[in-house]
């Protein structure tokens, strides 16, 4: 789903929840952390949903050698656990760690319950953002299970950015954030880039992928 439409689902989504909770503050509880602080661990049991109200949170995956994957990175409104608290298996399967400053609301699975008991409209599009989640879910697996550098690539651009021939221009965090993304060594993200680069499929600078072949890419997918 286009991230645009999803930041804006989101954002509804919470003001709807807000306004169904702001007069009973017994069901929510908001905490503050700073940069590099620990929002649960991977293992540690998921009691509630999260909801980042400012700032931004990296879920993140730890190798035994110390080395880590960003699985994803959440901000403004972007919500965690809400798949996890109505599993069997409701803990943490990575690291949740805030990448900066960051206030995140916290509400429980009994609150929940008690709310969509109350308003089955919003329980509606309480199940309508776990189907995107699943999807969005699915797409990271597909992003990182892809065989190549150059096919995650592919994938990312594609899938991600909606590159098309309307839009060829790709904005990016900073080299380094795609290639945890992509669960790749950013030197190898770059060698692969300056040999695109050299072919003429696409140029690049700090923060800007410019693609210029567009049939190559989708040519790999």
């Keep these: 789903?286009?991230?645009d439409y999803l930041k804006n689902f989101h954002a509804l989504f919470y003001q709807e929840l807000f306004s169904l909770i702001k007069n009973n503050s017994s069901l929510y509880s908001i905490k503050?952390?700073?940069?590099?602080?620990?929002?649960?661990?991977?293992?540690?049991?998921?009691p509630h949903v999260g909801i980042v109200l400012d700032g931004v949170i990296s879920i993140e995956q730890i190798h035994s050698d110390g080395s880590k994957n960003i699985i994803n990175t959440l901000k403004q409104y972007?919500?965690?656990?809400?798949?996890?608290?109505?599993?069997?298996?409701?803990?943490?399967?990575?690291?949740?760690?805030?990448?900066?400053?960051?206030e995140i609301l916290f509400i429980t699975k009994q609150?929940?319950?008690?709310?969509?008991?109350?308003?089955?409209?919003?329980?509606?599009?309480f199940l309508y953002h776990i189907s995107i989640s699943y999807m969005n879910l699915n797409q990271l697996i597909k992003l990182k299970s892809q065989k190549t550098i150059i096919h995650k690539l592919a994938y990312f651009l594609l899938n991600y950015a909606h590159i098309s021939k309307n839009n060829l221009n790709?904005?990016?965090e900073s080299k380094t954030k795609l290639a945890q993304l992509m669960g790749v060594e950013r030197q190898s993200l770059i060698r692969e880039l300056n040999h695109l680069r050299d072919s003429d499929i696409l140029t690049y600078d700090r923060h800007f992928i410019?693609?210029?072949?567009?049939d190559y890419f989708k040519g790999l997918i």
């Excluded at 972007?78 to 960051?102: M, R, V």
């Excluded at 609150?111 to 969509?116: A, M, P, T, V």
């Design 210 to 214: 410019y693609v210029k072949d567009l």
């Design 111 to 125: 609150n929940l319950l008690k709310i969509f008991k109350e308003d089955i409209d919003f329980l509606d599009k």
């Design 32 to 46: 503050h952390y700073k940069k590099e602080q620990i929002i649960a661990l991977s293992g540690d049991d998921c």
């Design 1 to 3: 789903m286009h991230k």
């Design 170 to 172: 790709c904005k990016i």
């Design 78 to 102: 972007d919500i965690f656990g809400e798949i996890l608290i109505f599993s069997d298996q409701s803990t943490y399967p990575y690291d949740i760690i805030a990448s900066k400053n960051c």
